[in-house]
Nanobody, 122 residues
């Protein structure tokens, strides 16, 4: 129901925009989030956005470089990633949370999509 796309291989300093499209269900009233998992590491929170897009929440490691946004008409959430660093290399996954409060814990999210690989070379 959630499918992330837009990943790829880029160089440090480049930008990428990830998309997470939903199907089979309308997630316009759900909080949406992005997480990532690097090789050998646990999945970690990246960003979250409220159902209306008015509130956002970022991990300290991406604050100022990444921007989360959403288009409820398209049932899609985006992650604009600028000034990418090698440590941003990971599989990025999107998630949806039924409750309106922003959250950063994996268990707070009810729906998960397959991830997209982002690789940043130095």
């Amino acid at each position: 129901q959630l499918q992330a796309s837009g990943g790829g291989l880029v160089q440090a300093g480049d930008s990428l925009r990830l998309s997470c499209a939903a199907s089979g269900r309308t997630f316009s009233s759900y909080t949406r989030g992005w997480f990532r998992q690097a090789p050998g590491k646990e999945r970690e929170f990246v960003a979250a956005i409220s159902w209306g897009g008015g509130s956002t929440y970022y991990a300290d490691s991406v604050k100022g470089r990444f921007t989360i946004s959403r288009d409820n008409a398209k049932n899609t959430v985006y992650l604009q990633m600028n000034s990418l660093k090698p440590e941003d290399t990971a599989v990025y996954s999107c998630a949806a949370r039924e409750y309106p409060l922003l959250a950063r814990k994996i268990y707070d999210y009810d729906y998960w999509g397959q991830g997209t690989q982002v690789t940043v070379s130095s």
